[in-house]
């Protein structure tokens, strides 16, 4: 596939559906600039993917984003439609999973993002599970998150992960974390193993990603200054589960985070921001340490 690769050893990958669809309109692009400021400051390189044209971008310059992000409505590209995507030569961001795809494409092994998609809450009456997930049983890239967005199922997502045979493995702690929320408020969801050590963790992943070319999960809890209280939790999510019932199919996500910040008056937006810049610290700082960098 025709794509540009602007990728470094040291290059951090970031995704372009947050900023373009997680974000209320107008904040993406200063928070993507902000993240670089961040994985700079600790000596990595950060490695926007993204699509416009129908050619896949890694390592959009300022430019290229800004054009990605200019309020217009894009794609939202996954596993399963990016190829449409770049047939049809259209602008699309990308998700986890196609951030990943494109990202082992050009040799990138770390990404930070937000939270990963998962299995839907109610998935028994109407199944509805991320691509995500299956991404990271297919591509050699270890995707640093708060674990996976708190308005999922974060129980039925972590058993998920364990049937794909994913490792999902902690940075200082050995619980699944909830994105908004440091562990899952429903039930006790462990993890593979706990690590506390960035050199000792950047070890691991450098020989894991090499033994097995599958992904692997780094699960950072938010940091906790910026962790959400529990009932206010339980509260906006109802609310914005109803605000955003009418959405379907790729567009769940965005509508019920969207409505969360709404409801919650920007504290799930502070939060969410708040962890993915700790996540992209983190990253950073594991790229530099990792000991195969060529
Ligand atoms: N994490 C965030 N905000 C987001 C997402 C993740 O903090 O907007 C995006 C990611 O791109 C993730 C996607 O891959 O939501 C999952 O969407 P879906 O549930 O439709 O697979
Ligand atoms: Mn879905």
């Known amino acids: 596939m025709d794509f540009i690769n602007r990728s470094r050893p040291d290059s951090v990958a970031l995704e372009t559906t947050l900023p373009a669809m997680g974000l209320p309109a107008g904040e993406g692009l200063p928070f993507c600039r902000e993240l670089d400021g961040i994985i700079a400051e600790e000596g990595g390189t950060p490695t926007t993917i993204g699509v416009l044209g129908g050619r896949p971008i890694v390592g959009m310059t300022g ?4 054009s990605l992000l200019d309020g217009r409505r894009v794609e939202k590209a996954n596993t399963a439609n990016l190829g449409v995507l770049v047939h049809r030569e259209v602008d699309a961001a990308t998700t986890v999973s196609t951030t990943m795809e494109l990202a082992s494409l050009a040799g990138v092994r770390l990404f930070a993002t937000g939270g990963i998609g998962g299995v839907h809450r109610g998935y028994a009456q109407h199944l509805d599970i991320s691509a995500d997930l299956a991404a990271l049983a297919r591509f050699p890239v270890a995707v640093v998150a708060s674990g996976t967005k708190s308005l999922l199922d974060v129980t039925a997502t972590r058993e998920a992960l364990e049937t794909l ?63 959400i209280d529990r009932s206010d939790w339980d509260r906006w999510l109802v609310g914005a589960q109803e605000r955003a019932a009418g959405a379907a199919g790729r567009d769940i996500t965005p509508a ?16 969410n921001l708040a962890l993915v810049r700790a996540n992209a610290r983190l990253a950073a700082r594991l790229a530099r340490a990792l000991p195969s960098r060529t």
């Open 256 to 271: 019920i985070l969207g409505a969360l910040h709404e409801i919650s008056d920007g504290a799930t937006l502070r939060a």
């Open 63 to 66: 430019d290229e984003l800004a």
């Open 165 to 227: 045979g994913v490792p999902c493995v902690g940075f200082g702690t050995d619980r699944f974390p909830a994105f908004y929320l440091s562990t899952n408020p429903d039930a006790d969801s462990v993890l593979d193993a706990r690590f506390d050590d960035e050199r000792e963790l950047a070890e691991f992943l450098d020989a894991e990603l090499t033994r097995t070319g599958r992904g692997v999960l780094v699960c950072n809890p938010i940091p906790e200054a910026d962790e």
